[in-house]
């Protein structure tokens, strides 16, 4: 506050300057006289000066001194010529500069430009405005302009905004505002905090974080330096030259830029040196013409410098000898000692749980394709492995399905109830189409494997052609209900979307369906019958022909329903079932054929094989499959009936 003199003093100026345009303003205004009592140096403008000013209106808490800062930092600053009065304005018509209070904004009057002056602060000044205005912010009565203040100091934190944060915790409502200020607040304690205890407790309190604003706080803390001194300073670390850490160059270049050992002389340098120095066709008594050899150059060189005509040649010898006297040691230069350590034991942690976290991700990727796979390979395990037909058309099984679940979200427009119509309805349409194949094309080559093969790829070309004519060849979409959107984060590294969880969960339950139909049906019966011995089943009264007809659509219906999963992340176009087709029969082949428990096997040894290879070689998926489809090879080479080996007619196929 004014003392009661500088109030009269500036009274007594505004009286002397009547006809100044302001004269009028109230002195009194709180805000107005922390500007008069930094008016000189608010005036002079000076980046190296300016800052007791912007905090004095920063720590006010004023309302006005948060409007002040906000147009000033726009350049609406102004101040009367005569009176030294600070006022907001504003370009009126005809060089005429409309003037308003700065504490509470009321409009004074229209002057002539010429008796203001305007305050024209430079980027740094400005920068300091926009951290002395981010207090006011974080203590908004609107929740987005808190939320964009912690946004903005996430950005670019500085100290000053360290006991604004602070002051900011205590009246925050808003849980999840608070949840970001007090970890912003830790952030930069680690960064900025004035006490090293505190520092430290800041990192300790991290503990289990993966963040990357963490590690973006902790790495800056642990920048090191190598110093070398005649003793090793006590607890220093100290560093042997020669060895990784610290080659012998380097060492030496650090001596030098010490000032504690002499230079090396490079070549051009010798060699300025030699002819600087010539005299009557000699140097240092050495007739220029024999200087062609390195002995003669060196020679001449060490004589110039035993007369003091140049720098010493440094030596290999030299270096060794110069090196022997100094020991060489690593000191922090971001952080105390004590600080520095307390975040290098911190990141080592960080990076052990950054390893296992990756390794747990790669985990749950192999384990969410490999739940794809077997969901695209359980219904070939059911008509290669069983059956032991080779149908090369199963691909387009996934993509009717797929389809199937689009043409009902034309029709259902809830994602939800679409996804339920579309799995029984992918089903049947499958199913029916499985039958009609089997009766239209595969029961007349059972037997004659290669047949079955051109045949069935024959129909998967049909049936891409037709998904064509009917569809189009742009991709269409099927869409995943809004609860299955984002993922589920564990932490800043493993992280897995909902659709592959829901998939996931699919691939376990028809897992259980097959369970269920195979062991506890009475269909399920007749297919293991006629799969370990069609004439004796024959014999008992079952239609092996029947139950040939009913597999092959039971396992092209639940190709359907997986067309379904796979096409809620895919896209669902008439190619889409050639992206899986391969990768079923290695599942089934690998796992073994005919064998459920093998094909889940299979699925997971592909799954895990592909993403582990894709991790070593994340640039090239294309050399990922081509090295993944090499190793099953070499696989099928040492176990060629799989990890299962089926008995029966599947294994003397």
């Known amino acids: 506050m004014f003392s009661f003199v500088t109030r009269f003093l500036v009274c007594f100026g505004l009286c002397l300057s009547a006809l100044s345009p302001v004269h009028a303003q109230q002195i009194d205004a709180p805000v107005q006289q922390i500007l008069q009592a930094h008016g000189e140096v608010i005036k002079k403008s000076s980046r190296r000066t300016i800052g007791p000013a912007i905090d004095a209106l920063a720590a006010s808490g004023l309302t006005d001194a948060q409007v002040v800062l906000q147009r000033w930092q726009d350049k609406e600053m102004w101040f009367d010529r005569e009176t030294g009065i600070f006022v907001f304005g504003m370009a009126a018509d005809g060089g005429q500069l409309s003037v308003f209070e700065v504490a509470g904004g009321a409009p004074i009057g229209v002057f002539d430009k010429k008796q203001f002056k305007q305050l024209k602060p430079n980027s740094g000044i400005r920068g300091l405005i926009a951290?002395?205005?981010?207090?006011?912010?974080?203590?908004?009565?609107?929740?987005?302009?808190?939320?964009?203040?912690?946004?903005?100091?996430?950005?670019?934190?500085?100290?000053?905004?360290?006991?604004?944060?602070?002051?900011?915790?205590?009246?925050?409502?808003?849980?999840?505002?608070?949840?970001?200020?007090?970890?912003?607040?830790?952030l930069l304690t680690i960064r900025f905090g004035s006490s090293d205890a505190k520092r430290i407790e800041a990192i300790e309190s991290?503990?289990?974080?993966?963040?990357?604003?963490?590690?973006?706080?902790?790495?800056?803390?642990?920048?090191?330096?190598?110093?070398?001194?005649?003793?090793?300073?006590?607890?220093?670390l100290a560093l042997e030259v020669g060895s990784d850490d610290l080659s012998v160059d380097a060492a030496y270049d650090i001596l030098?830029?010490?000032?504690?050992?002499?230079?090396?002389?490079?070549?051009?340098?010798?060699?300025?040196?030699?002819?600087?120095?010539?005299?009557?066709?000699?140097?240092?008594?050495?007739?220029?013409a024999s200087l062609d050899a390195d002995e003669a150059r060196f020679s001449a060189y060490a004589a110039l410098a035993e007369a003091g005509l140049a720098q010493p040649l440094v030596t290999d010898a030299t270096i060794t000898e110069t090196l022997q006297k100094f020991q060489f040691y690593e000191v922090f230069t971001g952080a105390p000692v004590s600080v520095a350590q307390a975040a290098q034991v911190a990141l080592d942690d960080i990076e052990t749980r950054v390893a296992l976290s990756q390794t747990a991700d790669l985990a749950l990727d192999g384990l969410s394709l490999a739940s794809i796979y077997f969901l695209a390979a359980i219904g070939l395990a059911i008509t290669f492995g069983v059956m032991g037909v080779i149908n090369m058309a199963h691909g387009e099984f996934i993509m009717m399905g797929a389809y199937t679940g689009y043409v009902v979200q034309l029709f259902v427009p809830d994602y939800t109830l679409s996804i339920v119509v579309a799995i029984p309805l992918a089903f049947a349409v499958t199913f029916g189409a499985g039958v009609a194949m089997e009766r239209l094309v595969i029961r007349w080559l059972y037997h004659r494997p290669l047949e079955t093969l051109l045949a069935t790829f024959g129909v998967s070309i049909a049936l891409q052609q037709l998904a064509k004519n009917i569809f189009g060849t742009q991709a269409r979409p099927l869409t995943a209900p809004g609860w299955l959107d984002g993922s589920w984060v564990i932490n800043d590294i493993i992280s897995i979307s909902?659709?592959?969880?829901?998939?996931?969960?699919?691939?376990?339950?028809?897992?259980?369906?097959?369970?269920?139909?195979?062991?506890?049906?009475?269909?399920?019966?007749?297919?293991?019958?006629v799969t370990q011995n069609p004439r004796m089943a024959a014999s008992m009264g079952i239609n092996p022909d029947k139950i040939n007809m009913l597999t092959f659509g039971f396992g092209s219906g639940i190709a359907g329903i997986a067309g379904v999963a796979i096409g809620l992340y895919a896209k669902v176009t008439s190619e889409m079932g050639s992206d899986y087709i391969v990768q079923s029969f290695m599942t089934v082949v690998v796992g073994g054929v005919g064998n459920i428990w093998g094909t889940l096997l299979g699925a997971t040894m592909v799954g895990f094989l592909q993403k582990s290879i894709e991790w070593m070689n994340p640039s090239n998926t294309l050399a990922a499959q081509t090295y993944m489809i090499l190793f099953i090879i070499l696989f099928i080479q040492f176990r060629p009936r799989g990890i299962i080996a089926l008995k029966g007619r599947a294994a003397e196929a």
């Open 131 to 186: 951290s002395a205005l981010v207090q006011f912010q974080l203590n908004d009565p609107d929740p987005d302009v808190r939320e964009t203040a912690i946004s903005s100091i996430e950005r670019d934190p500085d100290v000053s905004h360290l006991q604004a944060l602070r002051r900011s915790i205590e009246s925050e409502i808003d849980p999840a505002l608070t949840a970001r200020k007090s970890r912003l607040e830790r």
């Open 206 to 236: 991290f503990d289990g974080d993966l963040g990357v604003d963490l590690r973006a706080a902790l790495n800056p803390l642990v920048s090191t330096r190598i110093e070398a001194a005649a003793e090793l300073p006590e607890g220093a």
């Open 256 to 288: 030098i830029a010490a000032e504690l050992a002499p230079p090396r002389v490079s070549s051009d340098g010798l060699r300025d040196t030699l002819v600087a120095n010539i005299d009557n066709g000699t140097v240092a008594g050495i007739e220029v």
């Open 498 to 529: 909902y659709i592959r969880i829901a998939i996931f969960i699919l691939a376990l339950l028809f897992l259980a369906l097959f369970l269920f139909v195979m062991n506890r049906t009475r269909l399920g019966l007749e297919v293991r019958a």
